[in-house]
């Protein structure tokens, strides 16, 4: 039987190679992934094609899960070598992309980014807890002791302290990790802190009480209040700025690019910014990806070039240009180890272990 499985692995890593073979064809390194990675990667992209003199890579806003669909797709010259992510590759992505022969990945951590829910400056400001986001936004919300379509249509109606205001919400749609960190960090904690939720909590087991929550306080609503506005965080910088009386949510590389037009929505107090996504204190923040597909890595040109500048100190580091550009940097341990990992094509090992 050792035998067998030891010939079956041969085959099966052949047969990579030889995919990954084709891939000699293409003389442009191609990415897909998570809109709100697309400018940091685009910029390195710019620069790696203005150091090297090569064509710059092809960069695709997919969507992260859209990303990895493309990227757990296969090994060889019609796959993408690398995808960015809002969020860590799932368990079923994993396996995805083992069923398709994609089983030596690259993780990297490239830093942090806080989820902004923004207004045009010439909007009206809001200061919110995550119990007021989640009940602005829900599907469903706690009333008189049961779970009911979301009836609230302004702000005001959320909490007697907000305004008048009619709740208008432009944000990602499901296949983005943003919208997945978003219901993760505000729609999950947001329900949490209302009544109804932790009373269910004292009633639940652990286990239970988490399944729970993921059934009652995932979806967002449908009626109108909450708007999807596709993968382009682009698009809803414009909405914004023509109707002052709208919000959006999308990650902080799209505010910080955008300050001239757009404010934040302050969450408990506190506005996100570089200090106070990297300390923890703004409720809503998240780290952010590349996956590297590593067959490709010696036959794709430039791939191994590419990673390298992605991690090097002048892109990433402290006063590097992906900083400038509203990414918040890893402290300078973590960071060191994640620029080793990326440049010896270290293999993923979050399911792996």
């Known amino acids: 039987m050792k035998l067998k499985a030891m010939m079956l ?12 073979g084709q891939a000699d064809a293409r003389d442009r390194i191609q990415i897909v992934g998570s809109s709100t990675v697309f400018p940091y990667t685009q910029a390195v992209a710019e620069e790696y094609g203005n150091i090297t ?12 899960g859209g990303g990895m669909k493309i990227f757990c797709s296969g090994v060889g010259e019609k796959t993408a070598d690398v995808t ?5 590759m799932k368990p079923s992505e994993w396996e995805l992309c083992n069923k398709n022969g994609v089983t030596d990945i690259t993780e990297v951590l490239i830093g942090y980014d806080g989820l902004s829910i923004a207004v045009s400056r010439k909007g009206t400001k809001l200061d ?14 706690p009333v008189n002791g049961k779970l009911v379509a979301n009836p609230y249509k302004s702000w005001k ?3 007697a302290s907000l305004p008048d205001l009619k709740i208008q919400v432009f944000g990602p749609p499901p296949t983005s990790g943003t919208r997945d960190a978003f219901v993760e960090l505000a729609m999950h904690k947001g ?14 087991d652990k286990k239970a009480f988490k399944k729970f929550v993921k059934a009652n306080c995932s979806r967002m609503r449908q009626d109108g209040p909450f708007i999807e506005a596709g993968e382009n965080d682009n698009l809803i910088v414009q909405r914004l700025d023509a109707d002052p009386s709208a919000f959006g949510i999308f990650g902080y ?7 001239d037009k757009l404010a ?35 036959v794709i040109a430039g791939l191994n070039e590419f990673v390298t500048e992605y991690v090097s100190e002048e892109a990433m580091g402290p006063d590097g240009y992906l900083s400038e550009r509203g990414l918040v940097v890893l402290p300078d341990e973590t960071r060191a180890q994640v620029q080793d990992a990326a440049t010896d094509s270290s293999g993923m090992t979050r399911y792996t272990n």
Not at 53 to 64: D, F, N
Not at 128 to 141: P, S
Not at 253 to 259: D, K, R, V
């Open 253 to 259: 590389s799209f505010l910080f690019e955008n300050q």
């Open 84 to 88: 960015g992510a809002s969020r860590a």
């Open 191 to 204: 329900c949490k802190e209302l009544d109804f939720f932790k009373t269910r909590k004292g009633e639940l």
């Open 157 to 159: 109606e959320v909490d």
């Open 128 to 141: 919110l807890t995550k119990g007021q986001i989640f009940l602005a936004l829900a599907a469903e919300v």
């Open 264 to 298: 934040a929505v302050m969450i408990r107090g506190v506005e996100p910014s570089m200090e106070t996504i990297a300390d923890g204190s703004y409720g809503i923040s998240r780290p952010l990806f590349l996956y590297i597909k590593n067959a490709h890595r010696g």
């Open 53 to 64: 003199g090569k064509a710059a890579p092809v960069v695709e806003s997919t969507g992260t």
């Open 9 to 20: 692995s041969t085959v099966v890593g052949l047969a990579a190679v030889v995919a990954a």
